[in-house]
């Protein structure tokens, strides 16, 4: 995980990292919701606004992360969006 975690902020540039990453002590790691991002505004860098590159290291980030059942959940509930 944290060659995979490494790799992807390598990929990002110093704007796009420093909205993907925050500190372990940050607020932000309890604020989130599943909401409409017009009730409830998200953080974070998305998907559409990385490189195809920088994608595929999001995602190579995730499934390390996760069980194989739980990386295809999240796959599933991404194309739902």
């Known amino acids: 995980m944290t060659l995979a975690a490494t790799a992807y ?20 790691r309890f604020r989130w919701h599943w909401t ?18 920088q994608r595929s ?3 190579e980030l995730l499934a390390a992360s996760l069980s194989g059942m739980g990386f295809q959940k999240s796959l599933d509930i991404i194309s739902l969006q």
Not at 10 to 27: I, K, M, N, T, V
Not at 36 to 53: D, I, V
């Open 57 to 59: 290291r999001a995602f």
């Open 36 to 53: 409409t991002p017009g009730n409830f505004p998200r953080n974070g860098l998305p998907l559409w606004e990385m490189t195809e590159t």
């Open 9 to 28: 902020l390598d990929a990002l540039e110093d704007a796009q990292r420093s909205s993907s990453a925050y500190d372990f002590a940050s607020e932000e």
